[in-house]
T-cell receptor, first 114, second 112 residues
Framework: DTGVSQDPRHKITKRGQNVTFRCDPISEHNRLYWYRQTLGQGPEFLTYFQNEAQLEKSRLLSDRFSAERPKGSFSTLEIQRTEQGDSAMYLC????????????FGPGTRLTVL | AQSVTQLGSHVSVSEGALVLLRCNYSSSVPPYLFWYVQYPNQGLQLLLKYTTGATLVKGINGFEAEFKKSETSFHLTKPSAHMSDAAEYFCAVTSTGNQFYFGTGTSLTVIP
């Protein structure tokens, strides 16, 4: 068990560009979550998957945000036409399906939009 | 709707002193409550959780929290602060186990 990994750890992009982040969950976890964390705030829930099914996406911040988990393993979060307000830390977490299990968090991807 | 309020964005204690980090929740259904710790440049790590059963919950690193329904609180305590406890602490609530609502965090400083 190597924990939840995220790639890249840092991303600097220009406004208007598209960015994609990857999350690799703990291998036996079938739930995967995406959060956004801005400075001085707690993590803000964006979306989650159970296996490959995206069960909640209404909290995605706009239609510029999309997430996929095509084979029920790793997941990607894409932001199209980035804006300066998208600058934040994007966190991924995974958990087992049963009950109120601990979410294991990755180190995050820090996005800076210039 | 659910939410969490953490009173005090910054708390400073002397090494060896009591640590008390406050968390109040709002939930229209029975809540499940969590405390996470975040060290610099690291992911969030679970300290403890309350789901059902005993209202006094013990976690890692000597931390504990008590669920008080009448006060809608889940305050985090540790009898004696250690320098290694300096970090950001987040309280979170969920009713489904899927959507977690986090507080804004409390930064703990431990003074030698």
């Amino acid at each position: 068990d190597t924990g939840v990994s995220q790639d890249p750890r840092h991303k600097i992009t220009k406004r208007g560009q598209n960015v994609t982040f990857r999350c690799d969950p703990i291998s036996e976890h079938n739930r995967l979550y995406w959060y956004r964390q801005t400075l001085g705030q707690g993590p803000e829930f964006l979306t989650y998957f159970q296996n490959e099914a995206q069960l909640e996406k209404s909290r995605l911040l706009s239609d510029r945000f999309s997430a996929e988990r095509p084979k029920g393993s790793f997941s990607t979060l894409e932001i199209q036409r980035t804006e300066q307000g998208d600058s934040a830390m994007y966190l991924c977490a995974s958990s087992q399906e049963k009950g109120f299990n601990e979410q294991f968090f990755g180190p995050g991807t820090r996005l800076t939009v210039l | 709707a659910q939410s969490v309020t953490q009173l005090g964005s910054h708390v400073s204690v002397s090494e060896g002193a009591l640590v008390l980090l406050r968390c109040n929740y709002s939930s229209s259904v029975p809540p499940y409550l969590f405390w996470y710790v975040q060290y610099p440049n690291q992911g969030l790590q679970l300290l403890l959780k309350y789901t059902t059963g005993a209202t006094l919950v013990k976690g890692i690193n000597g931390f504990e929290a008590e669920f008080k329904k009448s006060e809608t609180s889940f305050h985090l305590t540790k009898p004696s602060a250690h320098m290694s406890d300096a970090a950001e602490y987040f309280c979170a609530v969920t009713s489904t186990g899927n959507q977690f609502y986090f507080g804004t965090g409390t930064s703990l400083t431990v003074i030698p």
